[in-house]
C-alpha cells in the first residue's frame, strides 16, 4: 500500500511539473458556489505568470466580463464531464487573446472544475498575416492583365488565374494538374524545356515567340517568363507569364533577352555566367557550400568547321547544346561562353559528385551525332576549378578552370582535368605574354638572327634566310613556336611582318654601301600579310626607300596562304613585276602541292624538313625528296632542303642534284654581327 501511495504521489508531482512548465497552457482549478461566484484553488506558474505574477493576483484576470464569458461555458455543461471551446476571445488588461478553452469536472457535488486555456493568439495572428498575403496575392495574380500559371517542380500546373481562361479558352479542369508542356508548340518545345530548366536551377528567364495552344486549336504566339518559387532556398517551382506579343510592345524585353541569351543556341550566354557566378558565389560563402566551375571545349571542331562549312558546324553546337541542357537541373546551369566552349555552374556537390557529372558529359558527348543523315563523332576536353578550394574569386576560379582545359587538351584531350596549382607554373598566360609582344618592337625586344643556305656543288653561301626572335625581359627567351601563334591570333603578326621586312631590307641596303658581296635573303611572309590587297605595294615601297635591289630579296609564302587561285596569281605576278624572289615554304605538306606548280610564277621550292629527316634511313622519305627536286628541276626551279642536320643527308641530297641546303650540320640561326664577320668579305 505504501508503495502505492508514493506511486500516486510521484504521478501527481509528474504531472504538476509537466503542467507547470509548459508556457502556453494556463490551468486552473476552480470552485463555483451557489451564488456563482468562484474562488481559485489552484493556478500554474505559467499563467500565473502571464497574469499578475502570484496566483493570489491571478483572481484579478477573471474581470466581471471575463468570468461572465467564462460562467456560459460553465453552465453550457449538462451530463458531459469534459467540454472545449475553441477561439474563445478574452480581453485582459485591454489586448485581445485568443484561447483554445477545456473545461473539465472534477467534483460535481462541489461544483469543482478544471479549466485549462492553451494561448492561440499568436497562431491566430500569424493565420491573419497569412490570410492576408494571401488574399493580396490572389487579388494581384487574378486582376493581372497577362495570363499566369503556378507550374510545380515535375513541369504541372497547379494553378492559373482567370485571365489564362480567358486568353486560352479552356476551363479550370482542363488546365489543373496537367503537364504545361502539353499546350506548347512542337518547334517551341526544345527552347520550352531548356527555359524550364534554366528557371528550376533558380533564374528567372524569358522566351520570345513561343507558341502556345487555344482551347480550339489554333496557336497564339506569346511571350514568356518564367519566376522561380523558392521557399527556404529550394526552388519547388515556378510563376509562368504568358503575354499576348499582339497586344503589347516588347522592344525592351527583346533587347533584355538577346543580351543574357545565346542567339544559336538559346542557352545563357557569357554575361549572363558572370552575373550568375558572381551571385552563387556569394551564396555560396554565405551557406558554406561548394561550387564547381566546368569548362567544355570541343576537340577538333575547326576541322568541322572547314571541312563541312559554317552551316554544318552551327546545326552540331545546336545539338551538342541540346546534349548538354539535359544535364541541367536545380544544381546546375549551362552557358555558351564562346564558339564551341560550353560552361557549366554547378553548386553543393563535392569533387566526387563533380567527377561523376564530367563522366556522364564525356559519356553523353561520346555518342555519334547525325548531320544530314551522316554519322559524326565529336570529343570534348573538361577543366575543373572549385570554390573554395581553388580561389574566392569568380575571375580567378574561371582563369583557373581555363588552365585545367588547358592541360586536359595538352595532355590527350577528351577527358576532364581538375585544376592543380603546379599548373599555374606550366601554363603561358597569353594575355601577359600578348600585352608584352605589342611593346617588343618598342622596347627593341626583337633581333633578326640570319642561317646560311649552302651550295651543295661548290660550298659557297649567297643567301640566307631570316628568323625572328624575341628575348622578353619578363619571360626571358621566347620560342617562335610560342610567339608567331600568339601573333597571328592576335592579328600583330602583320606589324612584326612590316618590321622584319624593313630591317631586312636596311640590312640589304647597309652591305650594298660597304661593297659587300651581292647576296639575297628570305623572309617568311605569313598568310594574313600575303593576303593584304596593299602588300605588293608594301614591298615596292621599301624596295625604293632603301633604293636595293629587287632580286636580293626573297619572299617565301606556305601552301595555306594560296587557298584563292585567282587571288594568289594577281599577288604573285606583282611581285615578280617588281623583280622579286618567290619561294614556297614548307613544300609537300600542304594539299594541292602540284596544282599550282605549273601555274603561279614561283623560284624556288623548299622541301620541309619532315621528308628531310632520318633520310639516310627511310627509304620513302628519301623517294619523295628525291621525287620534288627532280619535279622542281624539270619546271626550271632551285630547290633548298631544311633541317640538314647529318652528313649522310648531305650526300643523298648531293646524288639527287639539289642545289642548296640549310640546317644545324651547316650553321644554326646566328645574330648579324656574326654574319658579317664569318660571312661576308669585301669584293
Not at 67 to 94: D, G
Not at 122 to 149: G, P, W
Not at 249 to 258: A, M, N, P, T, V
Not at 327 to 338: F, G, I, T, V, W
Request: charged share 25%; proline share 2%; aromatic share 10%.
Amino acid at each position: 500500500m505504501k508503495n502505492s501511495a508514493e506511486k500516486r504521489f510521484a504521478v501527481k508531482d509528474f504531472l504538476v511539473d509537466m503542467i507547470d512548465e509548459n508556457s502556453l497552457l494556463f490551468t486552473f482549478i476552480l470552485k463555483v458556489d451557489d451564488k456563482d461566484e468562484f474562488s481559485i484553488v489552484y493556478s500554474n506558474n505559467s499563467g500565473a505568470s502571464f497574469f499578475t505574477q502570484t496566483s493570489q493576483l491571478a483572481k484579478q484576470f477573471f474581470s466581471k466580463s471575463v468570468w461572465e464569458h467564462l460562467h456560459i461555458l460553465f453552465t453550457s455543461f449538462t451530463s458531459e464531464k469534459q467540454k472545449v471551446f475553441r477561439k474563445q476571445p478574452i480581453v485582459f488588461q485591454n489586448e485581445l487573446y485568443i484561447f483554445d478553452i477545456s473545461i473539465v469536472r472534477l467534483e460535481e457535488s462541489n461544483n469543482t472544475y478544471g479549466l485549462t486555456m492553451l494561448n492561440k493568439t499568436s497562431e491566430e495572428q500569424e493565420i491573419a498575416v497569412l490570410t492576408e498575403i494571401k488574399e493580396k496575392y490572389h487579388s494581384l495574380v487574378n486582376n493581372n492583365v497577362d495570363s499566369v500559371f503556378s507550374i510545380n517542380e515535375y513541369g504541372t500546373i497547379n494553378y492559373s488565374n482567370v485571365i489564362a481562361f480567358k486568353e486560352l479558352g479552356y476551363d479550370n479542369e482542363s488546365l489543373l494538374n496537367k503537364p504545361i508542356e502539353n499546350l506548347i508548340e512542337e518547334n517551341s518545345l526544345r527552347n520550352f524545356q531548356l527555359m524550364m530548366k534554366q528557371t528550376l536551377s533558380g533564374y528567372a528567364t524569358e522566351m520570345h515567340n513561343c507558341l502556345i495552344q487555344h482551347e480550339k486549336g489554333h496557336y497564339l504566339t506569346v511571350y514568356l517568363k518564367a519566376i522561380p518559387v523558392q521557399i527556404q532556398n529550394e526552388v519547388r517551382g515556378f510563376h509562368l507569364i504568358v503575354r499576348d506579343r499582339t497586344a503589347v510592345s516588347d522592344e525592351q524585353e527583346q533587347i533584355f533577352y538577346l543580351a543574357y541569351h545565346d542567339h544559336l543556341t538559346g542557352l545563357w550566354n557569357r554575361r549572363a555566367l558572370k552575373e550568375h557566378l558572381r551571385e552563387n558565389l556569394t551564396q555560396a560563402e554565405s551557406t558554406n557550400s561548394e561550387i564547381a566551375i566546368m569548362r567544355i571545349d570541343l576537340d577538333r571542331f575547326k576541322l568541322i568547321n572547314e571541312s563541312l562549312g559554317y552551316n554544318y558546324g552551327d546545326e552540331l553546337l545546336k545539338k551538342i547544346a541540346d546534349r548538354l541542357s539535359l544535364y541541367m537541373d536545380k544544381s546546375s546551369n549551362l552557358y555558351r561562353q564562346s564558339g564551341d566552349e560550353f560552361v557549366y555552374i554547378i553548386k553543393g556537390k563535392t569533387r566526387d559528385q563533380t567527377s561523376l557529372f564530367a563522366e556522364s558529359i564525356l559519356k553523353e558527348l561520346s555518342k555519334p551525332i547525325y548531320l544530314d543523315h551522316q554519322e559524326y563523332f565529336v570529343t570534348a576536353s573538361i577543366g575543373i576549378s572549385m570554390f573554395p578550394y581553388d580561389g574566392k574569386r569568380m575571375d580567378e576560379l574561371l582563369i583557373k578552370a581555363d588552365q585545367a582545359l588547358f592541360v586536359a587538351k595538352d595532355r590527350g584531350r577528351a577527358h576532364f582535368r581538375y585544376f592543380q596549382e603546379q599548373m599555374n607554373l606550366s601554363f603561358p598566360n597569353e594575355a601577359l605574354m600578348e600585352s608584352h609582344l605589342r611593346r617588343a618592337i618598342e622596347k627593341e625586344e626583337l633581333s633578326i638572327h640570319y642561317q646560311p643556305q649552302v651550295n651543295l656543288v661548290t660550298g659557297e653561301i649567297n643567301s640566307f634566310e631570316a628568323l625572328l626572335r624575341w628575348n622578353n625581359r619578363k619571360f626571358g627567351y621566347v620560342t617562335p613556336l610560342q610567339f608567331i601563334p600568339l601573333a597571328e591570333e592576335s592579328g600583330m603578326i602583320i606589324q612584326l611582318g612590316d618590321w622584319v621586312l624593313d630591317e631586312v631590307c636596311k640590312q640589304l641596303k647597309y652591305w650594298q654601301e660597304k661593297g659587300y658581296r651581292s647576296v639575297r635573303i628570305a623572309v617568311n611572309i605569313s598568310p594574313k600579310q600575303f593576303k593584304q590587297e596593299n602588300f605588293a605595294n608594301k614591298i615596292r615601297e621599301k624596295i625604293s626607300k632603301y633604293n636595293i635591289s629587287p632580286c636580293s630579296l626573297e619572299v617565301e609564302i606556305t601552301e595555306s596562304a594560296m587557298t584563292d587561285m585567282q587571288d594568289t596569281f594577281t599577288m604573285l605576278k606583282e611581285l615578280k613585276d617588281i623583280g622579286i624572289v618567290i619561294s614556297i615554304d614548307d613544300f609537300g605538306t600542304g594539299y594541292s602541292s602540284l596544282s599550282y606548280l605549273k601555274k603561279y610564277p614561283i623560284d624556288i621550292i623548299k622541301i620541309d624538313q619532315s621528308f628531310i629527316k632520318d633520310i639516310e634511313l627511310d627509304e620513302k622519305n628519301a623517294a619523295i625528296a628525291t621525287t620534288i627536286i627532280q619535279l622542281a628541276h624539270s619546271l626550271g626551279m632551285e630547290v633548298v632542303a631544311e633541317g640538314v642536320e647529318k652528313d649522310k643527308q648531305v650526300e643523298i641530297l648531293k646524288a639527287a642534284k639539289c642545289q642548296k641546303a640549310q640546317g644545324f650540320y651547316f650553321s644554326r640561326p646566328v645574330p648579324i654581327d656574326d654574319i658579317n664577320e664569318v660571312y661576308m668579305a669585301v669584293l
